[in-house]
């Protein structure tokens, strides 16, 4: 079965600018989490998504935003970029929230510029 | 704040012989690690769970090692093989907290034909 896609695979955005990445989990998972990988500091949890609702969310700023539709294909967005935001955006689905493992996707390469 | 730490950035082994990955915790809310591989230019793959109930699970080369009381977990993978070369990190998750888990920085393994 297809596994976790994420698009677009590379992104280049200027200062201030807003960004919007997108994941549509494996077919039939329902929960969809965010994650931002940058050198040095792992994989960090953005939030979680489970049947159209926010589930968790980490420490980031408000300017961390993201939804889920109810086919649960999920969207991240961040507004007002700045040049930290450069990262891997990872997202990963799971069958349930609480399923304790995701099936991660490729992952968007965000570079802010 | 890091929950989850993986202190060797990097690790060399032979081929055939162990590759042992460490991983140590704060928290001791946590009570399921995750085990995760990763190449370059893909997201990470599941590689194998332990439950805070167990001391140990395996799965072919592949064995985890909980010591709850050191809050510490290892990786075992015997033997070695040049395809293990990847970059491993370990996650954890506190009950009751969903998909929210916490990855280490990980470590980068290679093995040397």
């Known amino acids: 079965k297809a596994g976790v896609t994420q698009t677009p695979r590379y992104l280049i955005k200027t200062r201030g600018q807003q960004v919007t990445l997108s994941c549509s989990p494996i077919s039939g998972h329902r929960s969809v989490s965010w994650y931002q990988q940058t050198p040095g500091q792992g994989l960090q949890f953005l939030f979680e998504y489970f049947s159209e609702t926010q589930r968790n969310k980490g420490n980031f700023p408000g300017r961390f935003s993201g939804r889920q539709f109810s086919n649960s294909r999920s969207e991240m967005n961040v507004s007002t970029l700045e040049l930290g935001d450069s990262a891997l955006y990872l997202c990963?689905?799971?069958?349930?929230?609480?399923?304790?493992?995701?099936?991660f996707g490729s992952g968007t390469r965000l570079t802010v510029v | 704040d890091q929950q989850v730490k993986q202190n060797s950035p990097s690790l060399s082994v032979q081929e055939g012989r162990i590759s042992i990955l460490n991983c140590d915790y704060t928290n001791s809310m946590f009570d399921y690690f995750l085990w995760y591989k990763k190449y370059p230019a893909e997201g990470p793959t599941f590689l194998i769970s332990i439950s805070s109930i167990k001391d140990k699970n395996e799965d072919g080369r592949f064995t985890v090692f909980l010591n709850k009381s050191a809050k510490h977990l290892s990786l075992h993978i015997v033997p070695s093989q040049p395809g293990d070369s990847a970059v491993y990190f370990c996650a954890a998750s506190a009950l009751g907290t969903g998909n929210q888990f916490y990855f280490g920085t990980g470590t980068s393994l290679t093995v040397i034909p």
């Open positions: 990963a689905s799971s069958p349930s929230t609480g399923d304790y493992g995701y099936t």
